[in-house]
């Protein structure tokens, strides 16, 4: 399948700093990438929807102007976690879709994730 | 309301028997996918299966399937033969077509696989 990475796959910032965590699509466009927010034992939590060179979509109760999304080109999406606390520590992990067709009422997006990135906010 | 619903939070197997992971879902979509990914400790979600709310048959993948009852609304996954390397969350997930292509995800299941 597709790959996808996050860069870097960690990182211990000190409060009220800025962390910025990138997601490639390594061999394939996406024009649509996913951010999930997932703390210990719980599910993801889909934070925000990437579309490329357009203004990202929020979830419900994400603050936009805390987690700064961009998604400049076909391959790259960043999320932006501003001035950090520690209650931001979690496990984040992005997705890309990659649609490979279609067939009567189904188009195949497939969605690839990355291996996500722990950050912890001191 | 909860999309998506696993009630088991924990189960354990016996190696080499099968075991059956519980997902019941909530849409008035009639098109939809339905997903099931394992995340081992190292956090990487690992894509299981896929089944089509427009699918006539069970979905499967070697020693994963999908027991999909429409009706229903469970897709419940049956791991045959565990193995001890199956030892992992397990989260269900639902793609809605009008919600394009975003995951919802179940709470998950922690599952333990004994020698």
């Known amino acids: 399948g597709a790959v996808v990475s996050q860069h870097p796959s960690r990182v211990i910032c000190k409060s009220g700093t800025s962390v910025k965590i990138e997601c490639r699509s390594l061999?394939?466009?996406?024009?649509?990438m996913f951010w999930y927010r997932q703390f210990p034992k719980q599910s993801l939590m889909l934070m925000a929807t990437?579309?490329?060179?357009?203004?990202?979509?929020?979830e419900q109760g994400v603050e936009k102007d805390k987690f700064l999304i961009n998604h400049a080109s076909l391959t790259l999406s960043t999320l932006t976690v501003t001035s950090a606390h520690p209650e931001d520590s979690s496990f984040y992990i992005c997705?890309?879709?990659?649609?490979?067709?279609?067939?009567?009422?189904?188009?195949?997006?497939?969605?690839?994730f990355g291996p996500g990135t722990r950050l912890t906010v001191l | 309301a909860q999309k998506i619903t696993q009630t088991q939070p924990g189960m354990f197997v016996q190696e080499k028997e099968a075991v059956t992971l519980d997902c019941t879902y909530d849409t008035s979509d009639p098109s939809y996918g339905l997903f099931w990914y394992k995340q081992p400790s190292s956090g990487e979600m690992i894509f299981l299966i896929y089944?089509?709310?427009?699918?006539?048959q069970n979905a499967t993948e070697g020693r994963y399937s999908l027991n999909f009852q429409k009706a229903r609304k469970s897709a419940n996954l049956v791991i045959s033969a565990s193995q001890l390397g199956d030892s992992a969350m397990y989260f269900c997930?639902?793609?809605?077509?009008?919600?394009?292509?975003?995951?919802?995800f179940g709470q998950g299941t922690e599952l333990s696989v004994k020698p």
């Open positions: 997930a639902m793609r809605e077509r009008a919600q394009g292509g975003k995951l919802i």
């Open positions: 990437s579309n490329e060179g357009s203004k990202a979509t929020y």
């Open positions: 061999d394939f466009q996406a024009t649509t």
């Open positions: 997705s890309a879709i990659q649609t490979t067709g279609t067939s009567g009422r189904e188009s195949y997006n497939e969605q690839f």
């Open positions: 089944q089509g709310s427009y699918d006539q």
